[in-house]
């Protein structure tokens, strides 16, 4: 055991100073505070005495010796712990080089004899030549080439089951990307297989909006109808589901007749704010007076009493046409009634938020109250499927007879007008299209809607 004393200033450098020099596993002893000065201008000192086993100390000289001497400098420096583990590794490191030495020199001993020669006895008792152990006959081959041969077929058939397993593989991994991709319009005991046409037809119907249950129908519908030889043709496949659209969609256009003397049309339009309600009251108004030359009433519903002017009132001045702002069904049923000369009267609702189902619920109370009252849902065709699903559940309330969708000039995804129809087993009447009051709408035809869907120009 090695015991030493360090003085320093401060007992952190102390400690230091320890570590440099007996390294990490030295035992503090004993620790005293001198009173005087350590050096001149000094306040004290730190004496501290600590020890270290003679086995740590050759540790240590062991292993800085065998390193460069800056990895020495930088490990003096090291935190304890790390030197620790440093030194302690390499002296398990050259144990273990010992044990291996030690062991190849006694397998070594033992190759040259298993016995000692001196326990070696004839029968008369004298020594005489050891036993040899006969060694088992291991096959080799008789030349060079026969050994290339053996290895070249062991490693050819090796490198055939390979390739076999890896062929297996990829097969699987095909059937369960077609699987993943292409199951869903195909039923699970249908003799129809699935194509890449059919594959690349569904995935149209997705990016052009349509609801995945809906494609699904439409897919499964096209692959029971197709042939064989069908089913691989893009063409067809393409035909084939523009006929399921045409097949299915249901469109009611909104001047489908001429109105006959004694009638009178009365329709009110719903829908959110910004879904472009008073414009297709508009557009609707401006085409039965000029084109169709009909007489034309508008009404305005005000539900708050701080709502903005109704923009219609500068519309109906210039149109020369009757106007009348209500807040009840009493003051609507009044102004039917002022109104019961003109053909057709447009009945204006303010933007509602689907969760406001107070207004909602007010709203209907007023229409409801006054018989011969239809209503048009006006929906964008810029709104997300999850908003789209929302609206016509909660709209569904006013038991609308329609769906307008305005600014399909700003959507590339048609197929939300297909879903939401057939979500809400409701006709299509109305496409808006732009801004200009007496242009930029046409009655909804399935010939576009499909067209659109499926990109056909």
Known sequence: MQVKKFEAPTLQEALDTIKRELGPEAIILQTKQNRRGFGLMSKGSVEVTAAVSERATDKKKEALKRVPDAYAKKMVNAPA??????????????????????????????????????DIQDEH???????????????????????????????????????????????????????????????SDSPFSATDALSEAYDILIQSGVERRFAVQIMREVARNLS????????AVLDAIA??????????????????????????????????????????????????????????????????????????????????????????????????????????????????????????????????????????ATTRDLELHEQGKVFSILNPETIFFTRLDETYSFGCIYSLSQRLRLPVSIFVTGKKVTADWENASAERLTASILNIV
């Open 243 to 380: 006929t399921e659209l045409l097949k299915r969609t249901d469109i009611r256009p909104y001047f489908n007749k001429h109105i006959l003397s004694g009638e009178q049309s009365i329709r009110a339009v719903v829908g959110v704010s910004g879904s472009g309600k008073t414009a297709c009251v508009a557009k609707l108004a401006t085409h039965a007076a000029r084109s169709r030359n009909e007489k034309v009433g508008l009404i305005r519903i005000r539900l708050l009493d701080d709502e903005a002017q109704d923009p219609l009132v500068i519309f109906a001045k210039a149109l020369h046409i009757p106007y009348r702002l209500v807040s009840n069904a009493e003051e609507l049923g009044v102004a039917i009634q002022d109104m019961s000369r003109v053909d057709r009267i447009f009945i204006d609702t303010p933007g509602l938020s689907p969760r406001d189902l107070t207004l909602q619920k007010k709203l209907k109370a007023i229409l409801q109250a006054v018989p011969k009252i239809h209503v048009d849902l006006v929906v964008s």
């Open 81 to 118: 712990s790390k030197q620790a583990d440093f030194y302690e590794n390499y002296l398990n490191s050259k144990i273990e080089k010992e044990k291996v030495q030690i062991e190849s020199l006694a397998n070594a001993e033992r190759r040259i004899s298993a016995v000692r020669y001196a």
């Open 125 to 187: 008792g004298l020594n005489a030549a050891p036993k040899i152990t006969e060694v088992p006959e291991v096959a080799v081959p008789n030349n060079v080439n026969q050994a290339l041969e053996s290895y070249s077929s062991i490693k050819e058939s090796g490198l055939l089951a390979l390739q076999e397993e890896v062929e297996n593989l990829k097969r699987l991994v095909e059937e369960i990307r077609r699987e993943r991709k292409r199951p869903e319009y195909i039923d």
């Open 228 to 235: 064989v030889e069908s089913r691989a043709e893009s063409e």
